[in-house]
DNA sequence: TTCCGACAGTGGGGTCGCAAT
DNA sequence: ATTGCGACCCCACTATCGGAA
């Protein structure tokens, strides 16, 4: 069950509040104290977390997210080193050295009975009472407030709040407007130096290259593609074509420029972009073009931000 | 009839594993 | 031994289509 997109947060009595967290969604099946643990393409990833095969709890199905913490707060770049690894002996150095927690909000199965068809409230009631928790597992707090969560998450720089009806039941697969996710996406306005096509045509915007402005000149900060196809697309490139270059315009090589084909401009085109902060490379993450700043010029991002 | 949800297809960063070089 | 690429993980967004309202 995955939650949607929400605009307004709900509030009343009929909804609690989760924290989002930033790490990787997984079921957990536990038979005899073991856990085999699936990802949300039902891939069988039980051998890259072998620190949360030991669950102290009786047979069932746990839903959860596993997150590596990094000072208290989830790093997902910690966790895509571990995320991958299917190699039991490097797993197991890696549970060693940076070591991820389960964090388990729902139980879907208890002994053999289905628990999809209760309402959330006593599924969680069941979890609590479960109480699977041990050095390696957790279960997150749930919380009446939901302002109150969204604001704390943002001081926290945590990714978000996903809301939750008391009343629903677990739907296995579906996107439920019944669970609702408000993640911290900040809008920033960056500089356009170059673009890619998309893939299967040579003329078409698929993505645009953006840098921010220094006083070592511009540096790469990543590609924005999401947001860019059907009407915007067109647009772009009518606004592109002019400011045509030959060079690149960032001062740091840009990756992968000949696998996807990239056409420079001349760095004048200032654009905004909605992301999930930074990767560890600086690189946007997430990124989602949101429209264009006739308003601003690359002098006026200097400095700034 | 209109509207909405599911799906497919586009794009992003990042990592690992493996086949090709 | 190195490199490139696909398969995964996290996603956002747009267009389309079929069924529900």
């Given at each position: 069950m995955l939650a949607t997109r929400g605009d307004r947060l709900p509030a009343g009595a009929e909804w609690c509040h989760e924290v989002k967290w930033d790490g990787m969604r997984v079921l957990a099946e536990v038979t005899s104290g073991r856990a085999r643990l699936w990802s949300?393409?039902?891939?069988?990833?039980?051998?890259?977390?072998?620190?949360?095969a030991g669950l102290d709890v009786p047979d069932g199905l746990l839903d959860g997210e596993v997150v590596a913490l990094d000072a208290g707060r989830p790093s997902f770049g910690a966790l895509a080193e571990r995320m991958h690894q299917r190699n039991a002996r490097r797993a197991a150095a890696l549970a060693e050295s940076r070591p991820v927690t389960l964090l388990?909000?729902?139980l879907l199965r208890e002994g053999d009975r289905d628990l999809t068809g209760l309402p959330l409230e006593q599924r969680?009631?069941?979890?609590?009472?479960l109480d699977p928790a041990t050095a390696s597992c957790q279960v997150p707090a749930a919380y009446d407030d939901g302002e109150m969560l969204l604001e704390a998450t943002r001081q926290q720089q945590l990714e978000g709040v996903v809301s939750k009806r008391l009343s629903s039941r677990y739907v296995p697969g579906a996107r439920s407007p019944h669970w609702l996710k408000f993640p911290h996406r900040p809008r920033s306005s960056w500089v356009v130096g170059g673009w890619r096509p998309e893939t299967g045509s040579t003329d078409r915007v698929g993505a645009v290259l953006v840098g921010e402005v220094t006083p070592a000149g511009l540096v790469f900060r990543g590609r924005v593609g999401s947001g860019i196809a059907g009407r915007t697309a067109?647009?772009?490139?009518a606004l592109?074509?002019?400011?045509?270059?030959?060079?690149?315009?960032?001062?740091?090589?840009?990756p992968r420029v000949d696998a996807v084909g990239t056409r420079w401009v001349r760095p004048e085109l200032v654009v905004d972009v909605e992301s999930l902060g930074f990767s560890h490379h600086d690189r946007l993450r997430q990124p989602s073009f949101r429209g264009v700043r006739t308003d601003l010029t690359p002098a006026d991002l200097a400095g700034g931000e």
């Open positions: 949300r393409n039902e891939n069988d990833v039980t051998v890259s977390f072998p620190e949360l388990v909000f729902d969680r009631a069941r979890l609590e009472r067109p647009v772009l490139r592109l074509a002019p400011l045509a270059a030959e060079r690149s315009p960032f001062v740091d090589p840009v």
